[in-house]
């Protein structure tokens, strides 16, 4: 994916953090605290529960309730964070780093006093 011109990719994914960043030219870190993102993750695994999220998911690869992955979320600020923050930290494009959704949302609506009218 990342060898596209043009891609987007969202989620946590640890492995590949360091062969993604510098192809990126843009980093959007929603660092959101853990209740927020474990409220998230709970809410979307019991509301999609056995449905397909578009061609997030493969074929056959419903929606479920994951314990090891809601543990993840619960442990990752203690156990995982600072070291993505760290191989963040290596990267050179533009970063938007947002600590809470209502800022994300005044970035967002920033954003959108200034979209171009074609």
């Known amino acids: 994916m990342a060898n596209r011109p043009r891609w987007i990719m969202d989620g946590n994914y640890g492995g590949s953090l360091d062969l993604r ?4 030219d ?7 605290g853990t209740p927020v993102c474990f ?3 709970l809410r979307r695994a019991i509301t999609g529960m056995g449905t397909l999220r578009g061609e997030e998911f493969g074929e056959g690869c ?12 619960l442990t990752y600020r203690r156990s995982h964070r600072q070291g993505d923050l760290d191989r963040m930290s ?9 600590a809470s ?7 967002l609506s920033d954003l959108s006093n200034y979209r171009q009218i074609d």
């Open 21 to 24: 960043l510098p192809a990126a």
């Open 26 to 32: 843009t980093l959007i870190h929603l660092d959101f």
């Open 39 to 41: 409220t998230r993750a």
């Open 62 to 73: 419903p929606e479920r309730l994951d314990w090891a992955f809601l543990r993840f979320v």
């Open 90 to 98: 290596m990267f050179t494009g533009d970063l938007l780093r947002f």
């Open 101 to 107: 959704p209502k800022q994300l949302q005044m970035h």
